[in-house]
């Protein structure tokens, strides 16, 4: 649905977003300064100072057995095996199941997850000390000075990236030109690409592999409206409404004929209140036990 109303064009400038973001992100504890983007090593592409300071809260005997093998060099060491193993093994990996260096008995650890039960306090700790940054408007490359808008950090490596626009649009899927909701084949494809095996992943297509893989198997797009129509009929709402939401073709004969309405209010109520059920659904109320989608 379209968004009317006139709105003063200094809202819609992208650094007020990057504003809002951040400090909303600042407040949940996530580290965030205006010298962020100068402290960010662009030939590794890693955030030296976080991984460092990761290491040596969280597993003080590895940094003190790799000063003492390699010295001065020890933090020059582990930023360049880290590299190395991130572009062997892919992020998710690596977060996953730490890095090995010579003369560590144990891989370092890159980041602490959270764990199913709260009963180690040690592993509470180190679920508490990973360092989570935003960083805005970083530039990345050694070759030009184009900047990202955001970029987020966990512990030194980055694991995910924002550009923001600020410009409405009429489309809760807009195509790359804005101009137009996206393609309904693209969207299909999109969500195939992301639940592929990453041996499997086709050339020129997302790298983001298994990001939306549940335990269940694949889904497509037809799987989504399902859900919400089954959602929309436990909510109450008429078979004819849904229909028209799904852009169904009306089953009787004599219906098309004569109908001509195509119930635009009964369709607003319909999705807002469908609306209201996923945020229940999404912020755990009544017991709702939601799948998460794995890291991309």
Same mark, same amino acid.
């Given at each position: 649905? @379209?968004?009317? !109303?006139?709105?003063?064009?200094?809202?819609?400038?992208?650094?007020?977003f990057e504003d809002e973001i951040c400090a909303d992100l600042t407040a949940a504890g996530w580290l965030q300064a205006n010298g *962020?983007?100068?402290?960010?090593?662009? @030939?590794?592409? +890693?955030?030296? @100072? *976080?991984?460092?300071?990761?290491? #040596?809260?969280?597993?003080?005997?590895?940094?003190?057995?790799?000063?003492?093998?390699?010295?001065?060099?020890?933090?020059?060491?582990?930023?360049?095996? $880290?590299?190395?193993?991130?572009?062997?093994?892919?992020?998710?990996?690596?977060?996953?199941?730490?890095?090995?260096?010579? /003369?560590?008995? #144990?891989? %370092?650890?890159?980041?602490?997850?959270?764990?199913?039960?709260?009963?180690?306090?040690?592993?509470?700790?180190?679920?508490?000390?990973?360092?989570?940054?935003?960083?805005?408007?970083?530039?990345?490359?050694?070759?030009? &000075?184009?900047?990202?808008?955001?970029?987020?950090?966990?512990? /030194?490596?980055?694991?995910? =990236?924002?550009? $923001?626009?600020?410009?409405?649009?009429?489309?809760?899927?807009?195509?790359?030109?804005?101009? &137009?909701?996206?393609?309904?084949?693209?969207? !299909?494809?999109?969500?195939?690409?992301?639940?592929?095996?990453?041996?499997?992943?086709?050339?020129?297509?997302?790298?983001?592999?298994?990001?939306?893989?549940?335990?269940? /198997?694949?889904? =497509?797009?037809?799987? $989504?409206?399902?859900?919400?129509?089954?959602?929309?009929?436990?909510?109450?709402?008429?078979?004819?409404?849904?229909?028209?939401?799904?852009?169904?073709? +009306? #089953?009787?004969? %004599?219906?098309?004929?004569?109908?001509?309405?195509?119930?635009?209010?009964?369709q607003a109520r319909a999705f807002d209140a469908l609306g209201r059920r996923l945020t229940e659904l999404f912020e755990g109320r009544? !017991?709702? #036990?939601?799948?998460?989608?794995?890291?991309?």
């Amino acid at each position: 649905m @379209a968004c009317c !109303g006139t709105y003063p064009m200094t809202l819609h400038r992208e650094v007020h977003f990057e504003d809002e973001i951040c400090a909303d992100l600042t407040a949940a504890g996530w580290l965030q300064a205006n010298g *962020d983007a100068a402290a960010y090593d662009r @030939a590794r592409a +890693l955030f030296p @100072a *976080d991984l460092v300071a990761w290491v #040596q809260a969280t597993q003080p005997a590895a940094w003190a057995a790799l000063s003492k093998n390699h010295g001065a060099a020890a933090e020059a060491t582990l930023l360049d095996r $880290l590299r190395k193993s991130l572009d062997d093994r892919g992020t998710l990996d690596v977060l996953r199941h730490g890095v090995e260096l010579l /003369g560590l008995r #144990q891989p %370092v650890a890159l980041a602490q997850f959270k764990p199913a039960l709260a009963m180690n306090p040690d592993t509470l700790a180190r679920y508490g000390a990973n360092r989570l940054r935003v960083v805005r408007q970083l530039r990345y490359s050694l070759h030009h &000075e184009n900047a990202i808008d955001l970029v987020l950090f966990l512990n /030194g490596p980055p694991v995910a =990236t924002a550009e $923001l626009k600020s410009e409405p649009v009429p489309w809760v899927f807009p195509a790359t030109d804005r101009a &137009e909701p996206v393609c309904i084949k693209s969207f !299909g494809k999109q969500l195939a690409d992301r639940q592929r095996e990453p041996e499997a992943r086709m050339s020129n297509r997302t790298k983001a592999t298994l990001a939306l893989a549940l335990p269940g /198997g694949k889904w =497509t797009a037809h799987d $989504l409206r399902r859900t919400a129509a089954t959602l929309m009929a436990r909510l109450g709402v008429s078979t004819d409404a849904i229909d028209e939401c799904l852009n169904h073709k +009306l #089953q009787s004969k %004599v219906a098309r004929v004569y109908i001509r309405d195509r119930r635009q209010a009964e369709q607003a109520r319909a999705f807002d209140a469908l609306g209201r059920r996923l945020t229940e659904l999404f912020e755990g109320r009544e !017991g709702a #036990q939601m799948l998460p989608f794995k890291a991309a």
